[in-house]
C-alpha cells in the first residue's frame, strides 16, 4: 500500500472517530458527519466536483447498512422497537429511499449540496432552540404511516441520514415513548440505508469520474475506514454525554452544523 494511499485511509477512520464521537454524545446520526467530511476528504483527493456531493452521500448510505444494523440489535434485545408501527413504516420507507437517490441523481453536485445545506442548518437551528418532538396520543392509520415512511425514507436518503431526525419527532407525535421512539427510529434507518446505497451503486454505475475502489457512488476504501472506528467510538460517544454539560455540548454542535451548512450553501 503506496504512502498516498495510507493517508487517505487514515482519514477515513478518522471520520468514522468524528462521526462516532458525536454521534453518541448528540443522539445524531452519523450521516451528518460522515457527508460533509467526505466531501471535504474526496475534495482533497482531487475527485470531480460533480461525483463528490453523490459519492459522499452513497458511501455514507453504506456504512449507515453496518452501524445501523448494530443499533437496531440493541435496541431489539431492549424491547425498543414497535414492530407493528417499523412494519407500517417499512413500504414508504423503502419506496421513498429509492426516490429520494433518484431524485439525487438528477441533480448536479452543487444543487444538491445546497439542499443538504439548507437541511444540516434546519437541525442545527432545531438543536440550538431545544425543540424536543410533540408528543402524541395515538397512531394514525396504516395509509399515514406509509405516506410518512415515504417522506422519511425520500429525504434520508437524498442526504445520506438514518432518519432519526425525522422518524423520532413523527413517532413521538404517534404517542411513542422516547426509547420506544429511539429504538423504532434505529430500525427504520435500515432499510433506508440498503435501499438507498444499492439505488446509489445502480445510479451511478460506469461513471467514468469516479475513483478507484468505488462501486457507483459508494466508496470502499471509505467505507471500511469509517465502518472500523464509527462503531467503537460512538460507545464513547454515549459516556462522554453522561459526563459533559449537555446545554453546552447542544449550542457547541449546533453551531458546528450551522457552519458546515453555511459552508454547502456559500
Known sequence: ??????????????????????????????????????????????????????????????????????????HVQKGGVRRGWFLALLPGLMLGAVAGVCVAGNLSGGSLGTLFGLFVILVAGKMALGLGPKLGAAAPGRLAMGAAGGVIGAVSALFGIGGGTLTVPWLSRCGARMTDAVGTSAACGLPIAIFGAMTFIVVGWGNPELPPWSTGFVSWPAFLGIVLTSVPFARLGVRLAHVLPAHVLRLAFATLLAGVGLRFLL
Open 1 to 74: 500500500m503506496t504512502a498516498s494511499m495510507l493517508s487517505i485511509m487514515a482519514g477515513y477512520l478518522a471520520i468514522g472517530v468524528l462521526a462516532g464521537t458525536l454521534a453518541g454524545v448528540f443522539g445524531v446520526g452519523g450521516g451528518l458527519i460522515i457527508v460533509p467530511s467526505l466531501v471535504f476528504a474526496f475534495g482533497l483527493q482531487g475527485i470531480d466536483p460533480a461525483v463528490v456531493m453523490h459519492l459522499a452521500v452513497g458511501t455514507s448510505l453504506a456504512t449507515i447498512v453496518v452501524t445501523g444494523a448494530s443499533s437496531t440489535w440493541g
